[in-house]
């Protein structure tokens, strides 16, 4: 069975960072894309980061882009964000997911129960 465990998250001051990490279990990770979201305010979760199965192309949400990092060890199965200048609209509970789509990245499985982002001063 397919799960995911993010931990990582907090509570920062603007400015200030978090490495949120999601290890995983029940799928053949080498072979799959991997990415986080977050839930944001919209029926469906919203996209931060995305990497290939190899781990060499990533692609990032636009308010994720020269901020956040996403990486992966094939090894251990799990799959990191690195963040940094983090702002308070950046605050929301962060999710990994394994992603598949040719017209664009769609999450595969159920949700964990996610990581907790807050950002304030």
């Known amino acids: 069975q397919v799960q995911f465990v993010e931990s990582g998250g907090g509570f920062v001051q603007p400015g200030g960072s978090l490495r949120l990490s999601c290890e995983t279990s029940?799928?053949?990770?080498?072979?799959?894309?991997m990415a986080w979201f977050r839930k944001g305010s919209g029926k469906e979760h919203e996209l931060v980061a995305v990497i290939t199965a190899s781990g060499g192309i990533t692609k990032y949400a636009d308010f994720a882009n020269n901020r956040f990092d996403i990486s992966r060890d094939n090894a251990k199965n799990t799959v990191d964000l690195q963040m940094r200048g983090l702002k308070p609209e950046d605050t929301d509970v962060y999710y990994c997911?394994?992603?598949?789509?040719?017209?664009?990245?769609?999450?595969?499985?159920?949700w964990g129960q996610g990581t907790q982002v807050t950002v304030s001063s």
């Open positions: 997911n394994v992603v598949a789509g040719r017209n664009g990245v769609y999450p595969v499985y159920s």
């Open positions: 029940g799928v053949t990770f080498r072979d799959v894309p």
